[in-house]
């Protein structure tokens, strides 16, 4: 059965020109697939999980903006067990309609020189770096101000949204169909078995395949392989571990999954170019 996009409306339409939301809530509670009449920019404060937009899945990560255009399909799944000491994740998010951006086009001459030439994107984008330092710092400008300081923060952040080349892809528009939807329930049972055994057995079976039909659909559908997706999974959540946790490297290879310290240890470096005690020290 397909699960169900739900159309969601932003609050505020009336005395306000955009939604701003500075969210500090349980997992669960985090809207499910849904799409609504305009952009939407999320800035992930604490938490990681999976991102559906558009016809992709991702993984995302503490530090991640992404611009979701309007209408376009989109859920972001924080995995339970990313949630801080009190049991919950953190994102800052602003919404807002293309009226409202055409409208400060026409109204400001300021703003219409600076988006002149722009192509408004179609697709999902995830931002690089630099442009996610200068687009958080913006959004977190926003927390605890009141309306008229964040409309002047809001008319900062549309040019540097829009003409920045700093970005990857994180999704197409397209239907939810059977591809995505099977992608989604892989994504889940990853994010609840990662710590254990995860054989190709198993996660066919989970999406009505057998295991030779299962692993020629996925590495045409992720370009990679389902092993290495798991241990990229792996890898994001012991990064995340290393980051926020004072556990033992050790403690932290099997609670990912990794069955063998050295095995583990080899594979980080290979994979994130350091070994996990160093990314500990950088990060810190």
């Given at each position: 059965?397909?699960?169900?996009?739900?159309?969601?409306?932003l609050?505020?339409?009336?005395?306000?020109?955009?939604?701003?939301?500075?969210?500090?809530?349980?997992?669960?509670?985090?809207a499910?697939?849904?799409?609504?009449?305009?952009?939407?920019?999320?800035?992930?404060?604490?938490?990681?999980?999976?991102r559906?937009?558009?016809?992709?899945?991702?993984?995302?990560?503490?530090?991640?903006?992404?611009?979701?255009?309007?209408?376009?399909?989109?859920?972001w799944?924080?995995?339970?067990?990313?949630a801080?000491?009190?049991?919950?994740?953190?994102?800052?998010m602003?919404?807002f309609s293309?009226?409202?951006?055409?409208?400060?086009?026409?109204?400001?001459?300021e703003?219409r020189?600076?988006l002149?030439?722009?192509?408004?994107p179609?697709?999902?984008?995830?931002?690089?770096?630099?442009?996610?330092?200068?687009?958080?710092?913006?959004?977190?400008?926003m927390?605890?101000?009141?309306?008229?300081k964040?409309?002047?923060?809001?008319?900062?952040?549309?040019p540097?949204?829009?003409?920045?080349?700093?970005h990857?892809?994180?999704?197409?528009?397209?239907?939810?169909?059977?591809?995505?939807?099977?992608?989604?329930?892989?994504?889940t049972?990853?994010?609840?078995?990662?710590?254990?055994?995860?054989?190709?057995?198993?996660?066919?079976?989970?999406?009505?395949?057998?295991?030779?039909?299962?692993?020629?659909?996925?590495?045409?559908?992720?370009?990679?392989?389902?092993?290495?997706?798991?241990?990229?999974y792996?890898l994001?959540?012991?990064?995340?571990l290393?980051?926020?946790?004072?556990?033992?490297?050790?403690?932290?290879c099997?609670m990912?999954?990794?069955n063998?310290?050295?095995?583990?240890?080899?594979?980080?470096k290979?994979?994130?170019?350091?070994?996990?005690?160093?990314?500990?020290?950088?990060?810190?």
């Amino acid at each position: 059965m397909e699960e169900t996009v739900t159309p969601y409306e932003l609050p505020n339409r009336t005395n306000h020109s955009f939604f701003f939301a500075d969210a500090c809530i349980p997992p669960a509670e985090e809207a499910k697939l849904h799409r609504h009449d305009a952009w939407e920019l999320l800035y992930v404060i604490h938490g990681r999980g999976n991102r559906t937009a558009g016809d992709t899945v991702q993984p995302f990560t503490a530090g991640d903006i992404v611009l979701i255009p309007p209408s376009m399909t989109h859920q972001w799944s924080f995995a339970p067990d990313s949630a801080d000491e009190n049991g919950r994740i953190h994102y800052l998010m602003a919404a807002f309609s293309h009226t409202f951006v055409e409208q400060c086009r026409e109204l400001f001459p300021e703003l219409r020189n600076r988006l002149i030439d722009v192509s408004f994107p179609v697709n999902a984008l995830l931002f690089g770096v630099k442009s996610a330092s200068v687009l958080g710092n913006r959004l977190m400008r926003m927390r605890g101000k009141d309306e008229l300081k964040r409309l002047c923060e809001m008319l900062l952040l549309l040019p540097d949204m829009f003409t920045t080349s700093d970005h990857a892809l994180a999704g197409r528009p397209a239907r939810i169909e059977r591809d995505v939807q099977r992608m989604q329930q892989i994504c889940t049972y990853v994010m609840r078995h990662y710590s254990h055994a995860v054989t190709l057995n198993d996660i066919a079976a989970e999406v009505g395949m057998n295991r030779s039909a299962f692993c020629t659909w996925f590495k045409h559908f992720n370009g990679m392989t389902f092993l290495q997706f798991l241990t990229l999974y792996r890898l994001n959540t012991a990064c995340e571990l290393l980051k926020d946790s004072a556990k033992q490297v050790s403690e932290i290879c099997y609670m990912v999954g990794f069955n063998d310290l050295p095995h583990f240890i080899r594979v980080f470096k290979h994979k994130i170019g350091v070994s996990p005690s160093h990314y500990r020290k950088n990060i810190q």
